[in-house]
T-cell receptor, first 114, second 117 residues
Framework: AQSVTQLGSHVSVSEGALVLLRCNYS??????LFWYVQYPNQGLQLLLK??????LVKGINGFEAEFKKSETSFHLTKPSAHMSDAAEYFC????????????FGTGTRLTIIP | GAVVSQHPSRVICKSGTSVKIECRSL??????MFWYRQFPKQSLMLMAT?????????EQGVEKDKFLINHASLTLSTLTVTSAHPEDSSFYIC?????????????FGPGTRLLVL
C-alpha cells in the first residue's frame, strides 16, 4: 500500500522568498515520486520525478526536490518565488515494481504575496 | 513531447443524458490511460485504468455500468457518463502512460468540467 501526506493545505510566501512544499510518503516497495502543478481549471503538469537515480531532482520552472529515504520525504523547493508560481501542487507516489497507479496527496495551494 | 488532449473541455447537460469525454495522446502511443475525478479543492481520485484492447479496471466504489470506458486505439480512450445526475458534476482528468526505456510517466490532459443540471 502507498500513501502521500502533504503538510499544509495552504502555503503563502513573498515574491522572491524560498518556496518549500512538504511531502512525506509511505510505500512498501521502492517508490517513484512525482510533483505535479495544477493551474485553475487545468489539468496537471509534471514538474519533476524521482525514479531511483539521483536523489536531488531538478524540474521545470526552477523547482527541485530531494528524495530522503531515511525521512520518507520528497519536499519541493524553489529558491526564489515568482508570481506565476501561484497554483496547486500535488505530490504523488507510484512504485518501481510496475504498479501503474499513482496515489496523490491532498494538494498544497501556493499563494505568492507581492 | 508528451501531449494529452481532452474533449470537450467543458460540458453542460441535462439530468438523465449521457456524456462522452475523449482522451487522446497526441504524440505518443499509450497502451494504458487513466481516468481521474477531482472534486472542488480536493485531490485526484483514480476511477479506472483503461487498457487498449481490453476491459478497463475500475477502482473500488466506481460503477462500471455508469462510467463506461473504451480504449479502442493506442491514442484514444473515452469515458462515457451514462444517465448523468447532478452528483456526477465534477472535473474529470485523464492521463496517458508513456514508457521510455524502463521508465514510465503519466502525462495528464487538461481536464473536462462536467455540469449536470
Amino acid at each position: 500500500a502507498q500513501s502521500v501526506t502533504q503538510l499544509g493545505s495552504h502555503v503563502s510566501v513573498s515574491e522572491g522568498a524560498l518556496v518549500l512544499l512538504r511531502c512525506n510518503y509511505s510505500s512498501s516497495v521502492p517508490p517513484y515520486l512525482f510533483w505535479y502543478v495544477q493551474y485553475p481549471n487545468q489539468g496537471l503538469q509534471l514538474l519533476l520525478k524521482y525514479t531511483s537515480a539521483a536523489t536531488l531532482v531538478k524540474g521545470i520552472n526552477g523547482f527541485e526536490a530531494e528524495f530522503k529515504k531515511s525521512e520518507t520525504s520528497f519536499h519541493l523547493t524553489k529558491p526564489s518565488a515568482h508570481m506565476s508560481d501561484a497554483a496547486e501542487y500535488f505530490c504523488a507516489v507510484g512504485s518501481l515494481n510496475g504498479n501503474e497507479k499513482l496515489t496523490f496527496g491532498t494538494g498544497t495551494r501556493l499563494t505568492i504575496i507581492p | 513531447g508528451a501531449v494529452v488532449s481532452q474533449h470537450p473541455s467543458r460540458v453542460i447537460c441535462k439530468s438523465g443524458t449521457s456524456v462522452k469525454i475523449e482522451c487522446r495522446s497526441l504524440d505518443f502511443q499509450a497502451t494504458t490511460m487513466f481516468w481521474y475525478r477531482q472534486f472542488p479543492k480536493q485531490s485526484l481520485m483514480l476511477m479506472a485504468t483503461s487498457n487498449e484492447g481490453s476491459k478497463a479496471t475500475y477502482e473500488q466504489g466506481v460503477e462500471k455500468d455508469k462510467f463506461l470506458i473504451n480504449h479502442a486505439s493506442l491514442t484514444l480512450s473515452t469515458l462515457t457518463v451514462t444517465s448523468a445526475h447532478p452528483e456526477d458534476s465534477s472535473f474529470y482528468i485523464c492521463s496517458a502512460r508513456k514508457t521510455s526505456g524502463d521508465q514510465e510517466t503519466q502525462y495528464f490532459g487538461p481536464g473536462t468540467r462536467l455540469l449536470v443540471l
